[in-house]
C-alpha cells in the first residue's frame, strides 16, 4: 500500500516527532510512505472563519498534492475529518471540484483508525511504564467515529495501563481560533478539563490531536501540574522516550 | 425582548464569575446528559426514531403552506379561530385583542418560548393587563423580573438559596420565619400562591408543543400539569405559537413526542400531555368557551429554501444546550436574546439579524456534540458556520482577522514559502523555549497564553527534517 502521509502543520512546526512516529507506526504495519511536499495546511482555519473562497483554494492544492496514492493518512482527527467530511461539503455545488473531493474523501484517514480499520494492526511493539487517561479529540470521535481504535492499540503497549477520562468526550476548549477569540470560556472549558485528568490520577494524557494537546499541555502547564502530555503516536510508535512530553523542558 | 447579543463577551464574562450560577451549572452539566444517555440505551430503536423524526420535518417543511391551510380549516372546523401574525407586534396585538374583547384583567400563562419570544408580558403590562407565570421555572424568573436562561429549564440558572430568598421578599404575607429549605417547600408554596391566581384568570395563554393538521388540535406537554389549569380553567385560552410546529397527523406528534422526552429530560415521556381541539363541546365536562390560536411566523418562512431551513426541524427539546461545552460555560442570559446554546447561535440571527447576534456563531468550538444529540438531527455546527460565511462575505468580522487570515491563506497556498516559514518559525520559537520547553506569554499570543503556557516547537519543521533525512 503506497501510503502519503499528510503531517498537518501543527505537527509540521511544533511537534515533528509525531509525524515520524505516524511514518514507523504505518511502515510496521506494511505501507510504503510517502510524504508529497506540496501539502501545507487543510485550511480548516479558512473553513471555520467563514472564508470559503480561500478555504477552497487550499483544498483544491491538497487535492491536487495527493493524486495517486491508495490512502492518505493524518495523525489527527481534526485534519482528517476536514478532508473526508468538509472537502465534499465545500465543493457541494461544483461537480468537477466534488468529485474529486469525494475521491480523497475515500482514501483519508485518521492514523489510529487507519493502522486498526484498514490495516488490521491489533498490537504494537512499544513499551511504556504509565498509567495513562485518554481524551478523545473531537472532529475524529464525532466526526470519524474514532474511539476503540486507539484504546484498542494502547491496550498491547507494554506497561501501559490505561485509566479512563469521565468527560472524555467533552470538548477540552481548543476549537481552533476559538480559544484566542474567546479565551474565558476556553480556559472554563481547559480548567474543568484539567480538573478531570488530574482526578484520574493517571501519570500521562493521550489524545490524537495536537491542537487539544496543545491546550491541555498549556493548562496543566499553568496550572503546576506534572503530568506528561503527548500524541499517541508517539508512545504507540515507542518514541516516546526520544522526545520530552509537550511543554516540558529539553 | 430586548436583544444584548452584541454584547456575548461582556455577558459571558459576567456569568464566568458568577459563583451561583457556575453551582447551578455544574450541576446541569452532568445530570441532563446522563439522564438522556440512560433513556437512550433504554430504546434501542432510539436512533431510527431520530431518521423518522427528521423525515417529518423535512416533509413538513417541504410542504408547509398545504399544512398550515390543513390546520387552519380543522382548527376552524372545532370552533377555534387562527390568527396569522407576522410578526411580533401583530402577535401581541392579537392577544390583546383577544383578551379585551372579554375584558379580561389577569391571564395566566404556560411556558411559552414563542410568547418570550415576541415579548408578551410586557406588552400586556403596559396595557394594563397581568400576566401570571405558572410554570414552577418561569413564576420564578417572572417574580425576579428575569429573562429565562434555558428553554425548557427557564430558572436553570439558580440555585434553591436564591429561590428562597426571591420567595421570601415577594411573598411577604406568608409567616417570615416559615422553613424553606427542600426544594418541595418552595414547590408547595409556589402552588399554593398560584391556586387563586389560576381560578381568577380571565384567560389563560399556553404554548404549543405541535399543531396537528389532520385533526386541528394543539399539543402541550408538561410535568407540571400547570399547562392544563391555565388552559382549561378561563373562559379563554390562547395558544401563542410558531408556524414551524405543525405536523401532517397525530402519529407523527407522538413519534416526535418519543423523541422530545428523551431528549430534554431522558423522561419516556412527559407527565401530562395535553390535546386541545377546539372550544368547549356540548356534552364536555370543562374546557374554555373560546380558543384562539395565535400562529406567528416573525422570519421564520423566509428560512425556507435558505441555508437555515433545517433549523425549522427544531422541537425545543434543549438538547444542545445541555450538551454544549460554551453553554455549561457562560449560561444562558449571555446569548443575550431568548433562544440560547447551539440552536440560539443558529436561530438567534436569523430572527434579528447576524449585524446583533455576530457572536453567537461564533463562540463555538465546532465540538458537535449538539449535532450528536439532536432528535431531529439538525446540522447545527455546519449552520454556526453558514453564519460566519455570511458575516465573513459582509466583511461583519474584525478587519486584523480578515487580513491575518488573507496572509496566512496566501501562504498555505505556497508550499515552498509556507514551508520556509514553517522551518523558521520553528527554529525560532525552538530555540527561545528550549530551556523551559514553553512560553508565559508570546507577542500577538496573548489570547492563548493569558490562560495558558504555549509549548514550545521541538526546533525544526518536520518537512525540513524529512527532506534531510531523505538525501
Known amino acids: 500500500m503506497r501510503v502519503a502521509l499528510f503531517v498537518t502543520c501543527l505537527v509540521d512546526l511544533f511537534r515533528p516527532t509525531v509525524g515520524f512516529a505516524a511514518v514507523k507506526l504505518l511502515r510496521d504495519a506494511g505501507c510504503t510512505v510517502e510524504v508529497p511536499r506540496a501539502q501545507t ?61 469525494q475521491e480523497l474523501a475515500r482514501r483519508s484517514w485518521e492514523l489510529t483508525s487507519f493502522l486498526v480499520d484498514v490495516c488490521a494492526m491489533r498490537t504494537v511493539t512499544a513499551r511504556w511504564s504509565r498509567e495513562v487517561t485518554y481524551h478523545d479529540a473531537c472532529s475524529g470521535l464525532r466526526e470519524l467515529g474514532v474511539r476503540p481504535q486507539p484504546r484498542e492499540l494502547l491496550r498491547s503497549v507494554a506497561g501501559l495501563r490505561l485509566k479512563e477520562l ?84 529539553r | 425582548m430586548l436583544a444584548t447579543s452584541r454584547n456575548f463577551k461582556a455577558n459571558a464574562r459576567a456569568g464566568l464569575a458568577d459563583d451561583n450560577l457556575q453551582k447551578a451549572l455544574a450541576l446541569a452539566r452532568t445530570g441532563f446528559p446522563l439522564r ?87 406588552f ?21 423580573e428575569e429573562p429565562p ?48 391566581r389560576f381560578l381568577a384568570a380571565d384567560v389563560g395563554i399556553t404554548g404549543a408543543n405541535f399543531l396537528v393538521a389532520e385533526t386541528g388540535s394543539s399539543i402541550i406537554v408538561t410535568n407540571e400539569g400547570n399547562g392544563d389549569l391555565t388552559q382549561t380553567l378561563p373562559r379563554v385560552h390562547i395558544v401563542m405559537t410558531s408556524i414551524e410546529k405543525v405536523v401532517p397527523t397525530l402519529e407523527d406528534a407522538v413519534t416526535l413526542m418519543r423523541l422530545l422526552a428523551r431528549s430534554a429530560t431522558g423522561q419516556e415521556f412527559s407527565s401530562y400531555t395535553t390535546v386541545s381541539t ?44 445541555n450538551h454544549c461545552p460554551v453553554y455549561a460555560a457562560v449560561g444562558g442570559h449571555a446569548y443575550g436574546w431568548v433562544y440560547p446554546g447551539p440552536m440560539g447561535a443558529v436561530l438567534t440571527p436569523s430572527l434579528i439579524g447576524i449585524e446583533e447576534a455576530g457572536h453567537l456563531p461564533n463562540a463555538s468550538t465546532f465540538c458537535g456534540r449538539c449535532e450528536s444529540v439532536c432528535p431531529v438531527k439538525i446540522p447545527l455546527p455546519k449552520m454556526m458556520r453558514h453564519w460566519r460565511e455570511r458575516e465573513y462575505a459582509q466583511k461583519l468580522s474584525p478587519p486584523v482577522y480578515r487580513t491575518g487570515l488573507s496572509v496566512w491563506s496566501w501562504v498555505a497556498r505556497r508550499p515552498a514559502l509556507y514551508h520556509a516559514f514553517a522551518e523558521l518559525a520553528s527554529r525560532v520559537l525552538g530555540w527561545a523555549g528550549r530551556g523551559r520547553g514553553r512560553f508565559r506569554s508570546l507577542p500577538l499570543a496573548n489570547g492563548w497564553t493569558t490562560v495558558r503556557d504555549m509549548p514550545a516547537p521541538e526546533g525544526r519543521s518536520f518537512h525540513s527534517l524529512w527532506a534531510e533525512r531523505q538525501r
Open chain 1, 166 to 249: 469521565p468527560g472524555a468526550e467533552v470538548c477540552c476548549g481548543f476549537g481552533g481560533t476559538f480559544c484566542v477569540k474567546y479565551p474565558e470560556i476556553s480556559d472554563k472549558m481547559v480548567t474543568d478539563k484539567e480538573a478531570d485528568i488530574v482526578a484520574t490520577g493517571a501519570d500521562a494524557v493521550l489524545a490524537g490531536d495536537l491542537g487539544c494537546l496543545l491546550n491541555m499541555a498549556g493548562k496543566l502547564h499553568r496550572q503546576g501540574r506534572r503530568i506528561e502530555v503527548r500524541h499517541v503516536a508517539e508512545v504507540l510508535a515507542g518514541m516516546a522516550q526520544e522526545v520530552p512530553p509537550i511543554g516540558a523542558p
Open chain 2, 278 to 321: 377546539g372550544p368547549r363541546q356540548p356534552g364536555d365536562l370543562d374546557g374554555p368557551e373560546q380558543y384562539h390560536v395565535v400562529l406567528l411566523d416573525n422570519g421564520r418562512s423566509a428560512l425556507l429554501g435558505t441555508d437555515f431551513q433545517d433549523m425549522l426541524r427544531c422541537i425545543r427539546c434543549a438538547a444542545c444546550l
Open chain 2, 149 to 196: 436562561s434555558h428553554i425548557i429549564a427557564p430558572a436553570i440558572h439558580l440555585i434553591k438559596e436564591q429561590v428562597a430568598e426571591t420567595f421570601r421578599a415577594e411573598h411577604s404575607a406568608l409567616d417570615p420565619a416559615r422553613p424553606l429549605v427542600e426544594p418541595r417547600q418552595m414547590c408547595e408554596e409556589a402552588r399554593a400562591m398560584l391556586r387563586p
Open chain 1, 41 to 101: 495546511c487543510c485550511g480548516q482555519p479558512a473553513y471555520n472563519s467563514g472564508d470559503r473562497a480561500d478555504a477552497k483554494a487550499i483544498a483544491l492544492r491538497v487535492i491536487d498534492a495527493f493524486v495517486g496514492y491508495d490512502y492518505v493518512v493524518a495523525p489527527s482527527g481534526s485534519c482528517a475529518g476536514m478532508l473526508r467530511v468538509h472537502y465534499p461539503e465545500l465543493f457541494a455545488d461544483e461537480p468537477v471540484h466534488r468529485e474529486r473531493a
Open chain 2, 36 to 122: 438522556r444517555s440512560l433513556a437512550v440505551e433504554r430504546l434501542p430503536e432510539f436512533e431510527a426514531l431520530r431518521e423518522s423524526g427528521r423525515s417529518i420535518k423535512d416533509h413538513v417543511l417541504a410542504h408547509l403552506d398545504f399544512y398550515l391551510e390543513l390546520y387552519e380549516s380543522r382548527a376552524v372546523a372545532a370552533g377555534g379561530k387562527v390568527h396569522w401574525a407576522s410578526t411580533a407586534q401583530e402577535a401581541c396585538a392579537a392577544v390583546l385583542q383577544i383578551c379585551r374583547s372579554v375584558g379580561a384583567r389577569t391571564v395566566t400563562k404556560g411556558k411559552s418560548m414563542v410568547a418570550e419570544e415576541v415579548g408578551l408580558n410586557d
Open chain 2, 124 to 144: 400586556l403590562e403596559a396595557n394594563g393587563i397581568t400576566p401570571v407565570e405558572t410554570d414552577l421555572g418561569e413564576y420564578i424568573i417572572q417574580l425576579r
